[in-house]
């Protein structure tokens, strides 16, 4: 079955240090990865992709992932964060072409001063 | 801005009575997709149109549902009859595939979402 898990429900950082959160997903066929970052009431926004190439991906706002293909994994980092990252994080695969995107059921980042 | 907006963002309304919401593609996309969000939960997949031909349902979309996208281009979402289980986030969605080619990436793009409470 196809399915994105991330295992912390909610993770709380200090403002400065780093982040990590988990991603781990079941798929058949090629895996084409995101992560999206959702503030209150507000939609989806594209933080990062893969579909091929170099494993490691940068994305915006100083954000990267690793794609581990042994592990099934594409989690997250960040080096610093800062108060702004306060959201909720979504770890999504999907088919070619973008078809079907499935979510995880998002990890809510709190940053403490 | 040429993203992908919705329309109401947000809709309260009596159980039983129907809704209707609208989506606006970005324009050149061809794939259009809806979205539902519950509190604390990721977006669950609910259907997909490329160009006017909706290809796929999920089951989650119960008979009380249902979706156009007449011309291909915006597409509406209603809900008859709606119950308190329908209170949610319905986000949107587009992205454009261009033959067996990847244009611009896979990923889709979108929208602010309609949220809906059903009382």
């Known amino acids: 079955a196809q399915s994105v898990t991330q295992p912390d429900i909610h993770i709380t950082v200090s403002e400065g240090a780093s982040l990590e959160l988990r991603c781990n997903y079941s798929?058949?066929?090629?895996?084409?990865l995101f992560w999206y970052v959702q503030s209150p009431g507000q939609g989806l926004q594209l933080l990062l992709k893969?579909?091929?190439?170099?494993?490691l991906v940068q994305g915006i706002k100083g954000f990267e992932a690793e794609f581990k293909r042994s592990q099934s994994s594409f989690n997250l980092r960040k080096p610093s964060v800062h108060w702004s990252d306060a959201a909720e994080y979504f770890c999504?695969?999907?088919?070619?072409?973008?078809?079907?995107?499935?979510f995880g059921a998002g990890t809510r980042l709190f940053v403490k001063a | 801005d040429t993203g992908v907006s919705q329309d109401p963002r947000h809709k309260i309304t009596k159980r039983g009575q129907n809704v209707t919401f609208r989506c606006d593609p970005i324009?050149?996309?061809?794939?259009l997709y809806w979205y539902r969000q519950t509190l604390g939960q990721g977006p669950e997949f609910l259907t997909y149109?490329?160009?006017?031909?909706?290809?796929?349902k999920s089951r989650l979309l119960s008979d009380r549902f249902s979706a156009e996208r007449p011309k291909g281009s915006f597409s509406t979402l209603e809900i008859q009859r709606t119950e308190q289980g329908d209170s949610a986030m319905y986000l949107c969605?587009?992205?454009?595939?261009?033959?067996?080619?990847?244009?611009?990436?896979?990923?889709?793009?979108f929208g602010q979402g309609t949220r809906l409470t059903v009382v």
């Open positions: 969605a587009s992205s454009l595939l261009r033959g067996a080619t990847v244009v611009g990436g896979t990923e889709a793009f």
């Open positions: 798929y058949g066929a090629t895996p084409y």
């Open positions: 893969y579909f091929s190439g170099d494993t």
């Open positions: 999504a695969v999907a088919g070619f072409g973008g078809f079907k995107t499935i």
């Open positions: 324009s050149e996309h061809n794939r």
């Open positions: 149109f490329q160009n006017e031909a909706q290809l796929e």
